[in-house]
């Protein structure tokens, strides 16, 4: 089968957070050789506004004017990528990243999403206790929140309910206590229970096997290092017990890049300054050399 190179992309965005820290991800990752690693293209920096540490009025949400006119740009330099003919790797920041991301892609078509999270991300501004738009990420990108955040470039859904997976989530008591809305019945999802129940393997082949129908002219990926268990990964800002090791995480990459249908990556959420010896981080950048390899599988969506 025919690669891409790689082509990495730091968007070291904390729009999404009331903390600060996961902007550190891409140079830590990077330090610790993941672009030599899979012989990647550094295609730039994005610059990022300042944040607002009071919630925006209209929408409920952190930042949101800031998000909304932030993505466009990361979009831009996603599409950069692409019209190179190269896989897009993009080191974040936190979860907020998505709408940039996916916004890219769904300029160009129709394209699903594997959302591989610790968390659901599926809250609505009311709920969320700190207005944080890193636990309504999901929720924005297909289209249940405000509009100003579900709409950018008025492309909303950023992905149809119907063409995105939620894989191994485990944040249920935290949905349950705070309120978070229902993940609607058309979004696809494979908790970490059901990760469980089924196996790894067998697993990410019912999420790869729903993101790679024919209407779809391809997936993108979201890797949260809050998936991982918290004993291996424990620099995330919010921790939940349990998770998936770093060989199931490396899998699921695998079958999913083996799909020849993946055509973008992004990670996020990874905190430095929670990684005193860098164990969980160079665990990361480990994972990522070792699922990715030196080159991706070529993917041309249909004519």
């Known amino acids: 089968m025919p690669t891409l190179s790689y082509a990495i992309i730091e968007a070291p965005s904390t729009l999404g957070l009331a903390t600060s820290g996961v902007e550190r991800l891409p140079e830590q990752l990077l330090d610790f050789g ?5 012989h990647a293209r550094r295609a730039g920096r994005l610059a990022v506004p300042a944040k607002d540490p009071t919630p925006d009025p209209a929408t ?15 979009a831009d330099a996603v599409e950069a990528v692409l019209g190179a003919g190269e896989f897009p790797v993009i080191l974040g920041g936190d979860c907020t990243i998505l709408l940039g991301s996916m916004l890219a892609f769904r300029r160009r078509g129709r394209y699903g999403l594997l959302f591989i999270d610790g968390n659901a991300d ?24 405000p509009p100003l955040l579900t709409g950018i470039e008025e492309r909303g859904p950023l992905v149809r309910p119907e063409d995105a997976v939620a894989f191994a989530y485990r944040d249920h008591k935290d949905q349950e206590e705070y309120g978070s809305q229902p993940i609607p019945d058309a979004l696809k999802t494979l908790d970490l229970p059901a990760v469980r129940a089924a196996g790894i393997e067998a697993a990410a082949r019912q999420a790869v096997d729903h993101l790679t129908r024919a209407e779809l002219d391809g997936f993108f990926i979201h890797v949260d290092a809050d998936c991982l268990d918290d004993a291996i990964m424990p620099a995330v800002d919010f921790r939940v017990p349990g998770g998936l090791s770093w060989n199931e995480l490396t ?8 799909s020849g249908k993946a055509a973008g990556l992004e990670i996020t959420i990874y905190n430095p300054r929670l990684d005193a010896d860098g164990s969980a981080g160079r665990g990361l950048a480990g994972v990522l050399a070792t699922a990715l390899g030196t080159a991706a599988p070529c993917y041309r969506p249909p004519a």
Not at 61 to 74: C, D, F, G, Q, V
């Open 34 to 38: 993941l672009a030599e690693r899979i």
């Open 60 to 74: 409920g949400t952190l930042n949101a004017r800031a998000i909304a006119a932030w993505s466009p740009k990361l």
């Open 122 to 145: 599926f809250f609505q501004p009311e709920a969320e206790p700190n207005g944080e738009g890193a636990s309504m990420d999901l929720a924005f990108a297909t289209g249940y929140g």
């Open 251 to 258: 899998a699921v990459l695998r079958i999913a890049l083996a």
